[in-house]
């Protein structure tokens, strides 16, 4: 769908809206309201894959009205459950992302998950020395591999230690067996 279709399909909407609601443009109330999910899906990343695939639920979303007018008349019953149970991971995912903002905006924590990008919290991260989280990143990845390689070192010379002393110990039974027959 290109951007051109995709205004008039959102212009097309709004008219219908306005004439079943009946109380004029409705304009800058949805302007407002698609800046503020906007704003939502540029701090969530749940929220904004679920707006990437909106077009896939629209059906699931709009009213009662509208979803008729978008489903085949010819559409069965369990075809309609089968549309609603293929969306329903996604609705389940997007429902815990927003009673986890909800939680977090009711305790006042604005910005989970951006604390590099805080602006006001630079200073403090400055102090801590972590500034420069991919540098960070990507120390702790070197340093993961070089632990992975030291202990898969480590891991073969306790084998070979270990067959030294089965080997030792096969001598020493050996010789015991040597000596204890006179």
Same mark, same amino acid.
């Given at each position: 769908?290109?951007?051109?279709?995709?205004?008039?399909?959102?212009?097309?909407?709004?008219?219908?809206?306005?004439?079943?609601?009946?109380?004029?443009?409705?304009?800058?109330?949805?302007?407002?309201? /698609?800046?503020?999910?906007?704003?939502?899906?540029?701090?969530?990343?749940?929220?904004?894959?679920?707006?990437?695939?909106?077009?896939?639920?629209?059906?699931?979303?709009?009213?009662?009205?509208?979803?008729? /007018?978008?489903?085949?008349?010819?559409?069965?019953?369990?075809?309609?459950?089968?549309?609603?149970?293929?969306?329903?991971?996604?609705?389940?995912?997007?429902?815990?992302?927003?009673?986890?903002?909800?939680?977090?905006?009711?305790?006042?924590?604005?910005?989970?998950? /951006?604390?590099?990008?805080?602006?006001?919290?630079?200073?403090?991260?400055?102090?801590?020395?972590?500034?420069?989280?991919?540098?960070?990143?990507?120390?702790?990845?070197?340093?993961?591999?070089?632990?992975?390689?030291?202990?898969?070192?480590?891991?073969?010379?306790?084998?070979?230690?270990?067959?030294?002393?089965?080997?030792?110990?096969?001598?020493?039974?050996?010789?015991?067996? /040597?000596?204890?027959?006179?």
């Amino acid at each position: 769908m290109s951007r051109k279709d995709a205004m008039l399909a959102l212009e097309l909407r709004l008219s219908a809206l306005e004439s079943l609601i009946g109380t004029g443009r409705v304009e800058r109330p949805l302007a407002d309201l /698609q800046s503020q999910l906007a704003e939502l899906a540029g701090t969530h990343d749940d929220i904004a894959n679920y707006l990437t695939v909106y077009d896939s639920n629209a059906a699931l979303l709009e009213a009662s009205f509208a979803a008729q /007018q978008q489903l085949p008349a010819s559409l069965s019953l369990a075809g309609k459950a089968s549309v609603v149970t293929e969306a329903e991971q996604d609705l389940r995912e997007t429902e815990r992302s927003l009673r986890e903002i909800e939680t977090h905006a009711s305790r006042d924590v604005h910005g989970q998950g /951006q604390l590099a990008r805080h602006t006001p919290l630079k200073a403090s991260l400055e102090r801590l020395g972590l500034t420069d989280l991919p540098d960070c990143t990507r120390n702790c990845e070197g340093q993961e591999a070089r632990l992975s390689d030291l202990l898969h070192r480590f891991d073969r010379y306790t084998e070979i230690v270990s067959q030294v002393f089965v080997h030792w110990s096969d001598l020493l039974d050996t010789l015991e067996k /040597q000596h204890a027959k006179p």
